[in-house]
């Protein structure tokens, strides 16, 4: 099988602010100018799974527009990783400190400071991001081509994830490519059916 990886179009948010599962809408005729090029090639009944993030569900709701064939369903495990605390905030006013035990501890540490009620963190670490796509990943029909509609840190843990790496401890083991906003990179996956007695 195959599995697309679509990355949302140009987010309208400002340049070096933190938005990993901050709702923030794309740019709508950016959104259209991806659709039209990606209707184009998708193979005829190719299922559509999205991020129910709006600006994966924009660029969604193009596509179905433009071809009323495909299949689509929402799963929130295609949101991007959450950042906690460090949502909406510019990079560069989040604590040195922080960022410096994410990289530390990256597999483990939870990303965005920690919440002032609980003193515990509402962001996700590494692992559980890989964890969450990798389900979404083993939930993959091996029969039928798979479009996600989603954001580079998935499309990134699905790249290690097809290559058999679902873990990872030192940051520098993170992939630093990714589809632009509004492309796609195609994964040829091989699935193992195991069939019990």
């Not at 400002?14 to 938005?19: H, R, S």
């Not at 129910?52 to 799963?75: A, F, H, N």
């Not at 495990?77 to 906690?84: A, D, I, R, T």
């Not at 996700?124 to 479009?147: G, I, N």
Request: glycine share 8%.
């Amino acid at each position: 099988m195959t599995l697309w990886l679509v990355r949302h179009a140009l987010p309208l948010i400002d340049k070096g602010i933190c938005y990993g599962q901050l709702d923030v809408p794309a740019d709508p005729e950016a959104t259209r100018a991806c659709a039209l090029e990606l209707h184009k090639i998708l193979p005829r009944g190719i299922t559509v799974i999205s991020s129910p993030l709006q600006r994966c569900e924009l660029l969604t709701k193009e596509l179905i527009g433009l071809r009323p064939d495909l299949r689509v369903r929402s799963d929130p495990g295609l949101q991007e990783m959450h950042f906690g605390q460090w949502e909406g905030c510019p990079w560069a006013d989040i604590d040195a400190a922080e960022l410096a035990a994410w990289t530390a501890d990256f597999a483990h540490y939870r990303a965005g400071g920690t919440g002032e009620s609980t003193g515990e963190s509402t962001g996700e670490s590494v692992s559980q991001f890989m964890a969450r796509v990798a389900t979404a990943y083993d939930a993959l029909d091996p029969a039928t081509d798979t479009l996600w509609v989603t954001h580079a840190g998935v499309i990134r843990a699905a790249t290690l994830i097809a290559q058999g790496i679902r873990h990872i401890s030192r940051a520098n083991q993170w992939p630093i490519d990714a589809p632009s906003y509004g492309q796609w990179c195609k994964l040829a996956i091989t699935m193992t059916v195991t069939v019990k007695p």
